[in-house]
């Protein structure tokens, strides 16, 4: 499975690079705050919206601590797409979030 330090994906957001985050916490984690720009998909429902992912585009996953982003990562992967899970989770994200509406 492929990984990025939460600093190394910063730099590709803050270098204007296209990047495609998914946050996979729940609902009351994500309301204290989400990386901008990431979209947010429960894990349990990743399943249920793999027609959401585009198999010619790269996924950088995002959870708490990086253990259930690295579930969807792995299952992406076995699905046919490319995805990079977040090392550390939103615990090592030092950069500002939105918080959402």
């Known amino acids: ?11 590709k957001l803050n270098n204007g690079e296209k990047v495609n985050i998914i946050d996979v916490r729940e609902d009351n ?15 349990g429902e ?9 198999k010619s585009e ?3 996953m995002v959870c708490r601590s990086g253990a259930r982003s ?15 899970n977040m090392e550390g989770g939103m615990l090592a994200w030092e950069e500002e979030t939105d918080i959402p509406e």
């Open 46 to 54: 990743i399943p249920d919206r793999l027609e959401e992912f585009n």
């Open 1 to 11: 499975m492929k990984e990025i330090q939460a600093t190394e994906l910063a730099k």
């Open 29 to 43: 984690e994500v309301a204290q705050g989400i990386i901008p720009g990431a979209k947010h998909i429960r894990l």
């Open 70 to 84: 690295g579930r969807a990562t792995e299952y992406l992967e076995a699905n046919g797409i490319e995805a990079t």
């Open 58 to 60: 790269h996924y950088y």
